[in-house]
């Protein structure tokens, strides 16, 4: 199986900042990654797909950007609906996998 | 508007079995791999299972006692869960895997 390793585990920021959380595979996914946002009690929302791949919908200050085994979601100006968690999620093989989450806290 | 709906969860012994559906709008479901994922409380996200036109896969952790299917007539996704464990306890997901869209979830309790 693949695994997926998101760093850092927790980060503490402040409105404004840009933030960049990474995503590691243990073998090459090409671009077949894909970035969900989770509030508490809600269901995953996607972000990035492709890696690189803007949801429709998700606003701009948001990017993603990696190829093969390294992967980065990049917050360009953070606002406070932005604190939550995010995971990293490959598709390239079955099974498919999650990072372990980054979750992005208030400083 | 697309949109999917879990239902079946509930509290169950260890053991015992639950049948989980996944009512899907706005959509034909059986032109998507559709995917089943679970989070235990205060855990992680985790892949379970795919039907999508190359077959069906699914996680180790439920190979063997999980089973995905749908009923196209309904439009509707199902996980068949048997041999259920405590620490099968999570909110299971239905998703899209075309268009990533995610139902609310629905909670499962595996407890004597």
């Known amino acids: 199986d693949i695994q997926m390793t998101q760093s850092p585990s927790t980060l503490s920021a402040s409105v404004g900042d840009r933030v960049t959380i990474t995503c590691r595979a243990s073998?090459?996914?090409?671009?077949?990654l894909a970035w969900y946002q989770q509030k508490p009690g809600k269901a995953p929302k996607v972000l990035m797909y492709k890696a690189s791949s803007l949801q429709s919908g998700v606003p701009s200050r948001f990017s993603g950007s990696g190829s093969g085994t390294e992967f980065t979601l990049t917050i360009s100006s953070l606002q406070p609906e932005d604190f939550a968690t995010y995971y990293c999620?490959?598709?390239?093989?079955?099974?498919?996998?999650f990072g372990q989450g980054t979750k992005l806290e208030i400083k | 508007q697309v949109q999917l709906v879990e239902s079946g969860g509930g509290v169950v012994q260890p053991g015992r079995s639950l049948r989980l559906s996944c009512a899907a709008s706005g959509f034909i479901l059986r032109n998507y791999g559709m995917h089943w994922v679970r989070q235990a409380p205060g855990k992680g996200l985790e892949w379970l299972t795919v039907?999508?036109?190359?077959?069906?896969h699914y996680a180790d952790s439920v190979k063997g006692r999980f089973t995905i299917s749908r009923d196209n007539s309904k439009n509707t996704l199902y996980l068949q869960m048997n041999s259920l464990r405590p620490e099968d306890t999570a909110v299971y997901y239905c998703?899209?895997?075309?268009?990533?869209?995610w139902g609310r979830g629905t909670t499962v309790t595996v407890s004597s």
């Open positions: 039907i999508s036109p190359d077959g069906t």
């Open positions: 073998q090459s996914i090409s671009d077949s």
């Open positions: 999620q490959q598709y390239n093989n079955y099974p498919y996998t």
């Open positions: 998703a899209n895997g075309g268009n990533w869209s």
